[in-house]
């Protein structure tokens, strides 16, 4: 059973450029969720996903949006980088039918903005 | 939002148990409390999670006194692979996940040597 998968693992990009991540959650999982964690912090939530909806969001400017696909799968896409954006970005997937969910998180994608 | 408190770094020895305590001075009703590991590069992977008094797994114990106040996270027989930052989360029991509510903090690193 594969669990939570990211691409890309490593992604450069310069300032003001887009970027998109994509996430696929473990077999199962029907809510995605992402996270923004910079060096030395812990993860800082910026949206969740379920039903194709963004249902929550966190403190983050709409240059962060998202997409979730019928399959469950996810992306997230930066616009107008900044080098501030520089982070390892996280998916989470959970399955919103059990009752605490517990989060399972990929391996994550670095995104360096210079 | 219920908020946590941790010990920003812990040391100790290979053999050794190890108890990691966490405040959460806060917490609400329906909140349960969720531990998680974290190695460089790496997702957070989930170590255990509880409401009240103690919960065992494979991994670790989870002691929660009465008043759900703090919470201790206890590793026995700790090894150089435990070596790891750790975080203590407290969110919401229901099943609709309230990601947002969550809040990782910068965790406890624990520095195992042998």
């Known amino acids: 059973d594969a669990g939570v998968t990211q691409s890309p693992t490593h992604l450069i990009k310069t300032r003001g450029q887009q970027v998109t991540l994509r996430c696929s959650p473990k077999?199962?999982?029907?809510?995605v969720s992402w996270y923004q964690q910079a060096l030395g912090q812990g993860p800082q939530f910026i949206f969740q996903?379920?039903?194709?909806?963004?249902?929550q969001r966190g403190n983050f400017p709409d240059r962060f949006s998202g997409h979730q696909f019928p399959n469950y799968s996810s992306e997230l896409n930066v616009n107008a980088l900044l080098l501030g954006d520089s982070a390892l970005y996280l998916c989470?997937?959970?399955?919103?039918?059990?009752?605490?969910?517990?989060?399972?998180f990929g391996p994550g994608t670095r995104l360096t903005v210079l | 939002l219920a908020k946590t408190t941790q010990p920003i770094s812990m040391d100790s020895y290979e053999g050794q148990e190890v108890n990691i305590t966490c405040s959460h001075n806060?917490?609400?009703?329906?909140?349960?409390i969720t531990w998680y590991q974290q190695f460089p590069s790496q997702g957070p992977r989930f170590i255990i999670q509880?409401?009240?008094t103690k919960v065992t797994n494979e991994v670790a114990s989870l002691f929660i006194p009465a008043d759900r106040k703090s919470s201790t996270l206890s590793l026995p027989r700790v090894s150089l692979s435990d070596t790891a930052v750790y975080y203590c989360?407290?969110?919401?029991?229901?099943?609709?996940?309230?990601?947002?509510?969550?809040?990782f903090g910068s965790g406890t690193r624990l520095s195992i040597r042998p």
């Open positions: 989360l407290v969110g919401d029991a229901s099943g609709y996940s309230s990601a947002s509510k969550i809040i």
């Open positions: 996903y379920y039903e194709e909806e963004e249902r």
């Open positions: 509880g409401y009240k």
């Open positions: 989470a997937s959970s399955w919103t039918g059990t009752a605490p969910d517990t989060q399972y």
């Open positions: 806060n917490i609400a009703t329906n909140d349960y």
């Open positions: 077999s199962g999982h029907d809510t």
